[in-house]
Structure formats: structure tokens, C-alpha cells
């Protein structure tokens, strides 16, 4: 499910840089094939960088510049994730047709099949599993030529992926693959809990720093996907000033979360509760079928009592999961120390370098 707005080569890679461009914090790893499965020999987590309203080109490389002296990698190729304010996923029905012919049908019309105007975007799509819906006995409603299929599209304004090609060329590397950030944790997630991904019903939900993403699957498909904007920031801020302390500290608290702040911040975890329980109900009552468990990533899951509190309002289990559990890690000591504590922030930039290899 890579969705890649830009892939060059239609071969697979041994060696990929993958970067989770975050709102506040980006995200990278450095990956390599070994053998029959994959190997994370570095990862880094920079400050992203601070711009008010558009990430210029020039701004860009700088900031991959440093991202590539951190991870020390000894490839130029590079996989970029876009944020959900920059990329669109959506379900469509598209008529039976080579995928080629689809990203020109929904640049032309947009409003038909996306319910949205989205000028100047470029669009990729995945053809989805289609499900038998036709009843024993049943007549088909309708000739082959009249079928349609199910479509996850993704879309981008074709200004920005120029320009983050540019920014990739500036810094010497090559701009292999650039993905919707939304699909990355279901990517990691079929290989890391590959039993659960392909046999069960869950939701996938990753807390970033502005939005909260959902994302449904039945098994090994991505039935519903929803962005909330509530994220890991409005918590911290929210417990800042409730607290009367500064950002960091509240971030640690957020983490850390001393007993004796429990009931602020459950108060500011309730509406992404409600938010994230709005979109469970939608899938349960359009399919038919209930949500067995929900797991949780991004740097807020690090927080165990955020994960309880959800769980209540949620009333499905919720637990923490491992996006790097199916790779061999060769790290240097420092970040092997390190590793376990990060980890729930890498399910996007692992993800999305898996769409290269």
C-alpha cells in the first residue's frame, strides 16, 4: 500500500532513507534488506524546522542535509512522508481501468470522485481487494464493461512534491519515493503484527503533534481512514496552562504523568476519545462488524495513562505497539539504549520506506 505520488524505478531497493517530515519533530531511518527481511541501522529525531507558512525549497535541504549527517547512510536514495495538512487518502469507485488512466481521470474531475475540488494535484492510486457482495442466485447488475472498482487514492499538490524534489536534488540525493504519511503505520503494521493484520478487525490510531490519524482495517484491508485535529500538542499546551508551566516541562509531565495531574489531563484526552469512538461507530454500523482491539503509536502512545484513558472512553481494548519488531536493528549503543523508548514514533518513516523495498 505504497501510494507513491513519485516512484522512479519499478525495482526494489536494498538500501533507503526514510523520512517522516513531523510537525515538530522529524522523524528518519536508514534502511537495508538483509537476507529475506530488513535491518535499521540508524534512526534520528531532529527538530523540524520552524517556517510560517510554506517550507521553501532552500529551507528543506538544509534541514535534509542534517538529517543525512545524523543517520550517516551510505545510499542517496531517499523516501519522503507528507503530513496529512499536505497529502489527501480517500476511497473512490473508479471504473475497471489501468492505474495510469486513473490519475488522469481524477486530475480532469476531482469533484465526482473525490467530492472535493483539488486543483493542481497529482494523484496515485491502489487498487483495493474487491469483495464479493453479490448474493447466491443473484443476477449481475451489471455488464463487465459497467463495473467499477474500489480505489485508495492519494493525492498532493504537484508545487510541493516539485518542490521537495528540488530540495532532495540540492542536497545530493535522489528523490526515490514520496508518500502520504497516513499510510505508513499500516504499512509497518502488516509485517510487524502480520497474524493480526491479515485475520482480525483494528484501528490504527497515531497521535502526531497537530492531528490524530485512524485508520480501520478488515483483515489486510484499509477500510476507513479518518484525520482528527486534535494531536500531541493540544495536549502538552493544554496541560501548560492548566498547570502553569512551561511546554517542555508540560511534555514531560505528559509522559512521565505524575498521579497527581491524571484528572487535566484525562480531561484533555476525552474529546479525542469521543472523536476517535465517532469513527469506530461509523464503521461498525455501515459494516456490520465490531472493532476487537486498537493500537495506538506516536509519541503521545509512550504514555501509558493516555492509552488507558482512551481505552475507557473507547471501550475497546487499546495497547501500545512496536513497528520495529520484524527488523534487525545494528545500531550503535546509544541508540540501542534508546531505541524501545522512541520506537512508537518510527511507524511513519518505517512504514513509508517500506514502499521502496
Known amino acids: 500500500m505504497a501510494l507513491p505520488f513519485l516512484n522512479n524505478t519499478e525495482k526494489k531497493r536494498d538500501q533507503m532513507l526514510s ?5 515538530r519533530t522529524t522523524k528518519a531511518v536508514y534502511l537495508q534488506r538483509k537476507g529475506d527481511g530488513f535491518m535499521m541501522s540508524r534512526f534520528a529525531l531532529l527538530d523540524a524546522p520552524i517556517y510560517e507558512k ?8 538544509e534541514h535534509l ?3 543525512c549527517q545524523t ?16 497529502s489527501v487518502v480517500r476511497h473512490a469507485d473508479l471504473p475497471l481501468m489501468p492505474v495510469s488512466d486513473m490519475r488522469q481521470v481524477l486530475k480532469n474531475n476531482t469533484k465526482n470522485y473525490l467530492q472535493q475540488d483539488l486543483p493542481g494535484h497529482i494523484f496515485d492510486c491502489s487498487i483495493l481487494t474487491l469483495r464479493a457482495t453479490q448474493k447466491p442466485n443473484e443476477k449481475p447488475k451489471a455488464s463487465a464493461t459497467g463495473l467499477k472498482q474500489k480505489v485508495l487514492v492519494a493525492g498532493a499538490r504537484k508545487q510541493l512534491l516539485e518542490e521537495m524534489q528540488t530540495a532532495i536534488r540540492n542536497t545530493g540525493l535522489v528523490a526515490d519515493h514520496i508518500v502520504p504519511g497516513l ?8 509485517l510487524a503484527m502480520p497474524e493480526v493484520f491479515s485475520k482480525e478487525i483494528v484501528a490504527l490510531v497515531d497521535i502526531g503533534f497537530k492531528n490524530t490519524t485512524i485508520c480501520i482495517l478488515q483483515q489486510g484491508e484499509l477500510i476507513l481512514s479518518r484525520v482528527v485535529g486534535i494531536g500531541g500538542d493540544k495536549l502538552t499546551n493544554g496541560l501548560a496552562e492548566t498547570l502553569g508551566v512551561s511546554y517542555a516541562e508540560a511534555e514531560g509531565i505528559k509522559v512521565g504523568m505524575p498521579s497527581e495531574v491524571q484528572t487535566q489531563l484525562q480531561t484533555l484526552v476525552l474529546p479525542l476519545g469521543r472523536e476517535l469512538r465517532a469513527s469506530i461507530d461509523f464503521f461498525e454500523h455501515a459494516q456490520d462488524k465490531t472493532v476487537s482491539q486498537v493500537y495506538i503509536g506516536g509519541g503521545s502512545a509512550r504514555s501509558e495513562f493516555i492509552v488507558q484513558s482512551l481505552q475507557t472512553e473507547l471501550m475497546v481494548e487499546c495497547k501500545t505497539w512496536n513497528p520495529l519488531n520484524f527488523l534487525q536493528l545494528s545500531l550503535p549503543a546509544q541508540q540501542t539504549a534508546e531505541v524501545e523508548h522512541v520506537a512508537p514514533q518510527l511507524s511513519v518513516a518505517v512504514g513509508a520506506g517500506l514502499a521502496a523495498l
Open 183 to 190: 499510510v505508513g503505520p499500516v504499512n509497518a503494521f502488516e
Open 65 to 67: 542535509k542534517t538529517v
Open 19 to 23: 523520512i517522516d517530515l513531523g510537525g
Open 54 to 61: 510554506n517550507l521553501s525549497a532552500e529551507l528543506l535541504a
Open 71 to 86: 543517520l550517516d547512510a551510505r545510499t542517496k536514495l531517499v523516501t519522503l512522508a507528507i503530513g496529512v495538512h499536505d
